[in-house]
């Protein structure tokens, strides 16, 4: 079984921005609600063996901060075409570059939400609903996959774990 997680990056600082919208950083709430998410990995013993990462500045911090709350040490790849003006989607870049079995992936809005549909059909699904409405920041979505390998990923071998907002959890 493969494991995939996506997390979108923790809130941006906007007070601090000057045009560059790939060197962004995080706010203090973002900071918090990202910790949120912390602890429910680390509350859920979730672990990851691989992380595939924008390289954008807000996703490295973001990176950083979940990285505090995991027992492991993950490898971690920052990957050029996870910044949302990549010409790939997601589906493709995670059949592509997503070596382990137990993979993060920490991007961006659009692409997270919209990708959703490319990873399961399960539209009824509460969790499938939530996320490709509204993929908040620090925002978590966690699906399984019953095969060995990643190119052999698809709609019909998926199965929607879970998808959490910092909201949604307790402080």
Aim: glycine share 2%; proline share 2%; aromatic share 12%.
């Amino acid at each position: 079984m493969l494991n995939l997680t996506l997390i979108r990056h923790a809130k941006s600082n906007w007070e601090s921005f000057d045009g560059d919208d790939f060197s962004r950083d995080i706010a203090e709430i973002g900071v918090k609600k990202t910790q949120k998410i912390g602890k429910f990995l680390k509350g859920e013993k979730i672990t990851f063996d691989e992380i595939l990462c924008s390289p954008s500045l807000r996703t490295k911090k973001t990176l950083k901060l979940i990285l505090n709350f995991l027992d492991n040490k993950p490898i971690i790849r920052f990957i050029d075409d996870l910044y949302h003006q990549s010409n790939k989607d997601l589906f493709d870049i995670v059949v592509l570059e997503a070596r382990k079995k137990k993979v993060l992936v920490i991007s961006h809005e659009p692409m997270l939400s919209s990708s959703i549909q490319d990873f399961s059909s399960d539209f009824e699904n509460k969790n499938f609903k939530r996320a490709t409405e509204k993929f908040s920041t620090s925002s978590i979505f966690q699906i399984n996959f019953s095969c060995k390998n990643w190119f052999d990923i698809d709609k019909s071998n998926s199965t929607i774990v879970f998808f959490k907002r910092p909201n949604d959890l307790k402080d």
